[in-house]
């Protein structure tokens, strides 16, 4: 596999057409490419708000994205585009959150397994 395949691709073969995010490793500058392809995609066919999310999540075809997806669809499917796109992003104290909840879990009722699917 060539180092140019490793990460994921952003094609639109124009404006009017919904941007498709082919699969690979996602950096933010795709991100950004594929938010900006989408907001100019909104703006040229005037897409209404509640109708934006469900036009370009089909056309999010990375696996792992489709999964989620598929996972989390009836909460994506009502969300605006830009409360979309927050779901995407990693905050920005992920690490110090992470480790606060792994170092001081609340058990309650909860088995390890349910802990640690949660934790993922």
């Known amino acids: 596999m060539s180092?140019?395949?490793?990460f994921a691709v952003l094609k639109?073969?124009?404006?009017?057409k919904v941007p498709l995010l082919l699969p690979?490793?996602?950096?933010s500058?795709?991100?950004?490419a594929?938010?900006?392809?989408?907001?100019?995609?909104f703006n040229t066919k005037d897409i209404v708000a509640e109708k934006q999310a469900p036009k370009v999540l089909p056309r999010l075809h990375d696996n792992c994205i489709m999964d989620w997806v598929t996972v989390h669809h009836e909460h994506l499917i009502k969300l605006t585009f830009?409360?979309?796109?927050?779901?995407f992003k990693i905050h920005k104290d992920w690490e110090d959150i992470m480790c606060?909840?792994?170092l001081q879990p609340n058990?309650?009722?909860?088995?390890?397994?349910?802990?640690?699917?949660?934790?993922?």
């Open 3 to 6: 180092a140019q395949a490793k």
């Open 12 to 16: 639109q073969d124009s404006p009017s």
């Open 24 to 27: 690979g490793n996602m950096t």
């Open 29 to 32: 500058g795709i991100m950004y």
């Open 34 to 41: 594929y938010e900006h392809a989408c907001l100019e995609y």
């Open 82 to 87: 830009p409360k979309l796109m927050e779901e």
């Open 100 to 102: 606060i909840e792994l």
């Open 107 to 120: 058990w309650n009722s909860s088995t390890f397994w349910d802990f640690s699917v949660a934790v993922q």
